[in-house]
Nanobody, 123 residues
C-alpha cells in the first residue's frame, strides 16, 4: 500500500514557476513508477509526466515538454515536478500517481493517487 501527498501548488502569473512535491509512504517507493496528471474543470484527467523507478527514464506530454521537469529522490520517498514558463492553460488540479511496472500515460493503469494540489496560472 502506498499513500501519496502532494504539495507546492498555488497561484502564479503566466511565465512564472512552481515546484510540486509528492511524498509517498511505505518502504517500496523506489519500486514504483511515479507520474503526474492534471485535471482542469470540465475536462478529463490528463497525463503530464512520468518517471521510471530508478529515475533513468522520463516521459512528458507534448503540451509540457521543454517547460516541465520530473525528478525523484528515492531516499526521501519524493517525486517532484518543476514547472517553468507556466501558461493559463496549465491551470488544473495536479495529482501524483504510482504504479508497479513501466511508465504509461493512461490514468486507469495507476494504482495509487494523491488528493491533488491546485495550480492556478493568471494571465
Amino acid at each position: 500500500q502506498v499513500q501519496l501527498q502532494e504539495s507546492g501548488g498555488g497561484l502564479v502569473q503566466a511565465g512564472g514557476s512552481l515546484r510540486l512535491s509528492c511524498v509517498a509512504s511505505g518502504r517500496t517507493f523506489s519500486s514504483y513508477t511515479m507520474a503526474w496528471f492534471r485535471q482542469a474543470p470540465g475536462k478529463e484527467r490528463e497525463f503530464v509526466s512520468a518517471i521510471s523507478w530508478g529515475g533513468s527514464s522520463t516521459y512528458y506530454a507534448d503540451s509540457v515538454k521543454g517547460r516541465f521537469t520530473i525528478s525523484r529522490d528515492n531516499a526521501a520517498n519524493t517525486v517532484y515536478l518543476q514547472m517553468n514558463s507556466l501558461k493559463p492553460e496549465d491551470t488544473a488540479i495536479y495529482y501524483c500517481a504510482a504504479r508497479m511496472g513501466r511508465p504509461v500515460s493512461a490514468p486507469n493503469l495507476y494504482d495509487y493517487w494523491g488528493q491533488g494540489t491546485q495550480v492556478t496560472v493568471s494571465s
